[in-house]
Every structure is written in C-alpha cells, then in structure tokens.
C-alpha cells in the first residue's frame, strides 16, 4: 500500500501533517481563543424552542438568506457590499484559493501568523511565501513586505487584523500600502474583531482589490463554523462559484441567526473577556521572567524564560490547564506559549500555576 501511496498522494501532501487538536478532557481550555461563557438558561431554552420548527429531511436554504439578512443587521456590513458565509472562515480561506489557484501563484502572508494560509495554500497548490514581522514587537517589516509583493506578485495577501498568534494590530497605514501596492486580492482577516474597536470593514470599496473576513467562532459561537466573507460583489460573485452547495448546515443557519438576534448577550460577554484580558495582562506583568506582548485579541502570546516553556507548558497540564505552547513552531516564537483569556476563575488557576512553576 506504501508503494501506491507514495505514487498516487501529491508530495506535498505527504510531507504534511493532519492538522491535529490535542484531547482536552476534564482540562482548563485555554488554547484555541474560544469564549468561555456558556449562554444564561432562558436563552438556551429559548434557542432550543426554536431548532423545534427545523425539519431536518430537507437541505438547507442555499444562500442561507435569513442568516444573510441577520448577520448584515448585527454585523454593521456595508449595505452595497456582498456578503459570502463559510464553514467557517477555514471555508473561506479555502474557496478564496480555488479560485484564483493555478501553478506558479503565490499566497503571501507574515511569519509567525495564521497557519491555514499556509496550508490550505498548499492543498490548493500555490506557492506560500511569509514575510517574517519584526523580531522586537511583531509589527510589519513594511519594506520587506513591499518588496515581496513587488518581486513575488502573490495572487493573494493575508492579513490578520489582529494578527494570531502575536496578538497584536497592524499599523493600520502601513496595511494601506500594502493593499495599494498588490497586485491581486488582500484579504483583512478580523477574525479577532470583537476584541478590539479598529476595522476595515468600513474602508470596503475604497481599493477594489479589499475583501474582509470576519467568524462568529470568536465572539462565542465556535461550535456552528460560520464565517463570512465582505467585499465588492463582483469578486464575491466569482468566489462563490466554488462553494459547495448547501456549505452552510441548517442547524447552523437557525443557531446563528438566533444568536445574532440575542448579540447583546455575546457582546456582554467579549466586552467581559476584555476585562479579563487586562486583569491578566497585569496578573503576568507580576510574575517573574515572563514577557507578556500588548494584545488586542481575546488571548496574549508570552515568552517563558529561556529553555523553560516546554516544561511550563507540561507543568500547566500536569495541573489541568491547556494552553498552545508555540516554542519550536518559528524562529521569532522560541519560548512563547500563547494564552487564551478565560472566566476570572480559569485566569486566576493559570496565573497561580504559572506562578508556582516559576517560583
Ligand atoms: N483567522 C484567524 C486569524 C484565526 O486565528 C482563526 C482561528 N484560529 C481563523 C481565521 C479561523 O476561524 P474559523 O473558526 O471561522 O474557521
């Protein structure tokens, strides 16, 4: 079978790794930026209420349209932009690539950043390139970005605004050169959006070649995989044509519009991850050795002291917390662990862990 494998997979395909997600079981959450709060009990009883009228024998609504109209009336999305879900901004990502993929196109993006412009990239067959962020505070290198874009001519740019896994927003002047001077499609990904008051959302259709992505995994909703996609309507025209019918699943369709309708609740709880981030912000400010970096997203990446964050990062599972530990994954991460904010309580069981392994 090996022989027939290795004839029959693309290499490139081979040398990767299936992306994986650690078991975490009876364990504190902190590693993938989801928000910690559960919704109050009317709420639930009330969403479970309405999944009662879903029949579940037909197939979804192919546009999704009243979760269409749902997000544009929670999201403040420009009323002559289009507007494009996913399963999951991933989904996005992916459908972006199939349109534009053909041998020899590129996908740029900055190193350390979001991992599936890589390798959804890579399954799709264009090249990646990363422009590595300044060493110091993870901002652009402007003029290495610049020159990529002149020299490679990628197909696509990737921005996350606020960047993942550093935490930290672009100068937002510099983005603005970026996409002027790119050839093709700049994606701003605001995936991070409900932690921070800075957008482009409303900057669509000042350069034709601007899309936004924005997921509701963040803002609470991880659990259904909905993203969407904004931008000029000729481009979302064309990207369209490469979604799969019926991507967006029926129970999905319900939940999300639901929750959309009760946003306030969500936004009550990002505005209290806000809090929290600062309270933890300050709480590893006091701890001895870490290096915390400002962050506008709902995690902070930090630096462990030098050769320790492999063992702090087993010393924090030994004690029921899962946090990412990024040490060995980039150059500019040796020693980081990246940490999502959670409820009071799970900050404090970190902060008092974390404490204990240093001490
Ligand atoms: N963009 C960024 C920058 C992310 O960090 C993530 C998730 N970690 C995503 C997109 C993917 O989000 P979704 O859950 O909508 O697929």
Same mark, same amino acid.
């Given at each position: 079978m090996k022989a027939r494998i290795d004839a029959l997979v693309r290499p490139e395909i081979r040398a990767l790794k299936a992306y994986h997600v650690p078991e975490a079981a009876g364990l504190i959450k902190l +590693? =993938?930026? @989801? $928000?910690p709060y559960g919704w109050p009990d009317a709420l639930k009883a009330e969403w479970l209420e309405t999944l009662r009228?879903? @029949?579940? $024998?037909r197939y979804p609504d192919p546009q999704g349209e009243d979760l269409q109209q749902a997000i544009r009336a929670a999201m403040e999305i420009p009323e002559e932009m289009g507007l494009l879900l996913g399963n999951g901004s991933d989904e996005l990502i992916q459908m972006i690539a199939l349109t534009v993929a053909q041998s020899g196109r590129k996908v740029l993006s900055v190193d350390p950043g979001f991992v599936m412009y890589r390798m959804i990239g890579c399954f799709a067959g264009l090249d990646y390139l990363g422009v590595p962020l300044e060493?110091? +505070?993870?901002?652009? /290198?402007l003029d290495a970005m610049l020159e990529a874009i002149e020299r490679e001519q990628p197909a696509l740019v990737y921005l996350a605004y606020p960047n993942n896994p550093t935490g930290n927003r672009f100068d937002a002047d510099d983005m603005v050169r970026i996409i002027e001077m790119a050839p093709g499609l700049v994606i701003v990904d605001e =995936?991070? =959006?409900?932690?921070? /008051?800075?957008?482009f959302m409303r900057l669509l259709? /000042?350069? @034709? $070649?601007l899309l936004v992505m924005r997921t509701v995994s963040k803002m609470g909703l991880a659990g259904l995989r909905l993203g969407y996609l904004v931008g000029p309507k000729p481009w979302l025209e064309e990207i369209d044509k490469v979604r799969l019918p019926y991507n967006i699943n029926v129970l999905t369709q319900v939940s999300a519009a639901f929750a959309l309708k009760h946003k306030a609740v969500l936004d009550e709880q990002t505005q209290s991850i806000r809090v929290e981030r600062g309270h933890l912000m300050e709480g590893l400010g006091r701890l001895p050795g870490i290096h915390a970096y400002p962050s506008e997203a709902n995690f902070i990446l930090t630096r462990m002291p030098e050769g320790q964050a492999d063992a702090i990062f087993a010393g924090l599972k030994d004690r029921k917390i899962l946090v990412k530990n990024l040490n060995g994954t980039h150059p500019l991460l040796k020693d980081c662990l990246r940490l999502t904010v959670g409820t009071p309580e799970e900050n404090a069981a970190l902060l008092a862990a974390l404490g204990a392994l240093l001490g």
């Open positions: +590693d =993938a930026m @989801e $928000n009228a879903v @029949e579940l $024998n060493a110091e +505070d993870f901002s652009l /290198d =995936a991070y =959006a409900p932690f921070t /008051d800075c957008s259709g /000042d350069w @034709e $070649n």
